[in-house]
């Protein structure tokens, strides 16, 4: 089967504070395709997340996503392409509920039908429903990195930049989560998946 390309980063230089992170670094994601980033602590993989969500300016190299160049697109517009990012830190807004951190990314999206993805995302997640009006202050680590995947969820249609996804989280949600990729990779939720392991 012939897949589409749809992210291409090509010889990509990337400095923090003046100290040079990304050399020469290069990654292809087809359509459906799931890849993860492995290396030691420093290694730059959470730069790889920020770089290709706009967080962080290239110094040199090109960026494309399905075709059309990413280098400038600043990261709002990137979600809007279908680019859910779960960050290591979570980033979640501490007096917003649960549901309210979830769909902070819908609202600036009005393609989506809100109730339909807070159905799917609740589908996927179902130990959510009963926490969805608590504040994200109030969770646990693993709760609060649950939160941030259904937010990525929720945007990720074409996709999904997870960084440290499963750090923290209870080994009976790390593993509903894990069966429903293997499951919908490529076929009922067509995304593909770059994870920092």
């Known amino acids: 089967m012939n897949k589409s390309l749809l992210?291409?980063?090509?010889?990509?230089?990337?400095?923090?504070?003046n100290?040079?992170?990304?050399?020469?670094?290069?990654?292809?994601?087809?359509?459906?395709?799931m890849v993860g980033l492995i290396g030691r602590n420093?290694?730059?993989?959470?730069?790889?997340?920020?770089?290709?969500?706009?967080?962080?300016?290239?110094?040199?190299?090109?960026?494309?996503?399905?075709g059309a160049d990413l280098k400038t697109l600043p990261a709002h517009d990137r979600a809007l392409l279908g680019i859910g990012y779960?960050?290591?830190d979570r980033g979640l807004v501490p007096e917003l509920t649960v549901e309210e951190?979830?769909?902070l990314p819908l609202w600036m999206q009005p393609a989506l039908v809100l109730q339909e993805?807070?159905?799917?995302?609740?589908?996927?997640?179902?130990?959510?429903?009963?926490m969805r009006s608590r504040k994200a202050l109030l969770l646990s680590g693993g709760q609060q990195k649950l939160v941030a995947?259904?937010?990525?969820?929720?945007?990720?249609?074409?996709?999904?930049?997870?960084d440290e996804p499963f750090e923290g989280v209870a080994p009976?949600?790390?593993?509903?989560?894990?069966?429903?990729?293997?499951?919908?990779?490529?076929?009922?939720?067509p995304c593909s998946s770059v994870s920092r392991i």
């Not at 291409?8 to 230089?13: E, K, M, N, V, W």
């Not at 420093?42 to 960026?63: C, I, N, S, Y």
């Not at 259904?150 to 997870?162: D, E, N, P, Q, V």
Request: include cysteine.
């Open 42 to 66: 420093g290694a730059g993989k959470t730069t790889v997340m920020r770089t290709l969500m706009g967080h962080l300016p290239m110094q040199a190299g090109q960026l494309t996503f399905e």
């Open 7 to 17: 992210l291409h980063l090509q010889s990509a230089q990337v400095s923090i504070q």
């Open 19 to 33: 100290v040079e992170v990304l050399r020469q670094f290069s990654l292809r994601i087809e359509a459906g395709q």
């Open 101 to 103: 951190n979830i769909c």
């Open 149 to 162: 995947l259904a937010r990525a969820l929720t945007i990720g249609k074409k996709l999904l930049l997870l």
């Open 117 to 130: 993805r807070l159905d799917f995302i609740y589908g996927v997640l179902p130990e959510l429903v009963p």
């Open 172 to 189: 009976r949600s790390r593993s509903a989560c894990r069966k429903w990729w293997a499951a919908s990779a490529g076929q009922v939720f």
């Open 86 to 88: 779960m960050p290591e």
